[in-house]
């Protein structure tokens, strides 16, 4: 199935899925208080992603100074930003996920969970890119191997001296 079709079913199942139990929760207790809670985890949601938000930014100053790559935060970054997306959706899955992204230790599972995902597709595609198969049309067939030539320029440096 490709991403158009997938991302069809995400914006009309989802949003069927979220007003359903939406229904359910009002059935369960009164509807002003499901509408109450709805606001209230938007705000909270809000707040906290604030918050997160700001000692990832934090991180990421420091790790910067100290001159090393801040990876982790980025990330970290990126799920918070995900995270406060959710909250203000109105729905109890996306206030589930969203509160779930908002704390460290699942966004150090999933963090983990996403390097090893991306790693894997940057292999392939390195991979792809290297293995000397066409991608596009060529005289010698589609997906025949063609015959590359390399030239090697060899470069030194010599500081001129005053």
Same mark, same amino acid.
């Given at each position: 199935?490709?991403?158009?079709?997938? =991302? +069809?079913?995400?914006?009309? /199942?989802?949003? %069927? @899925?979220?007003?359903? &139990? *939406?229904?359910?929760?009002?059935? $369960?207790?009164?509807?002003?208080?499901?509408?109450?809670?709805?606001?209230?985890?938007?705000?909270?949601?809000?707040?906290?992603?604030?918050?997160?938000?700001?000692?990832?930014?934090?991180?990421?100053?420091?790790?910067?100074?100290?001159?090393?790559?801040?990876?982790?935060?980025?990330?970290?970054?990126?799920?918070?930003?995900?995270?406060?997306?959710? =909250? +203000?959706?109105?729905?109890? /899955?996306?206030? %589930? @996920?969203?509160?779930? &992204? *908002?704390?460290?230790?699942?966004? $150090?599972?999933?963090?983990?969970?996403?390097?090893?995902?991306?790693?894997?597709?940057?292999?392939?595609?390195?991979?792809?890119?290297?293995?000397?198969?066409?991608?596009?049309?060529?005289?010698?067939?589609?997906?025949?191997?063609?015959?590359?030539?390399?030239?090697?320029?060899?470069?030194?440096?010599?500081?001129?001296?005053?």
């Amino acid at each position: 199935m490709n991403l158009f079709y997938q =991302l +069809v079913l995400l914006f009309t /199942l989802l949003p %069927l @899925v979220e007003l359903y &139990l *939406l229904y359910l929760l009002s059935q $369960i207790i009164w509807w002003p208080i499901t509408i109450l809670i709805v606001i209230g985890t938007g705000f909270w949601g809000a707040f906290m992603a604030k918050l997160q938000g700001f000692y990832v930014w934090r991180d990421i100053r420091m790790q910067l100074m100290k001159g090393t790559m801040p990876a982790d935060s980025l990330f970290d970054g990126v799920f918070i930003l995900l995270a406060s997306i959710l =909250l +203000v959706t109105p729905g109890v /899955l996306t206030d %589930l @996920v969203g509160f779930l &992204l *908002l704390i460290p230790p699942v966004r $150090i599972v999933l963090r983990r969970f996403t390097k090893a995902y991306l790693s894997q597709r940057m292999t392939i595609e390195v991979r792809n890119m290297t293995s000397g198969y066409s991608q596009g049309p060529s005289t010698s067939g589609p997906h025949q191997p063609q015959t590359r030539q390399v030239e090697i320029i060899d470069v030194e440096y010599t500081k001129k001296s005053k």
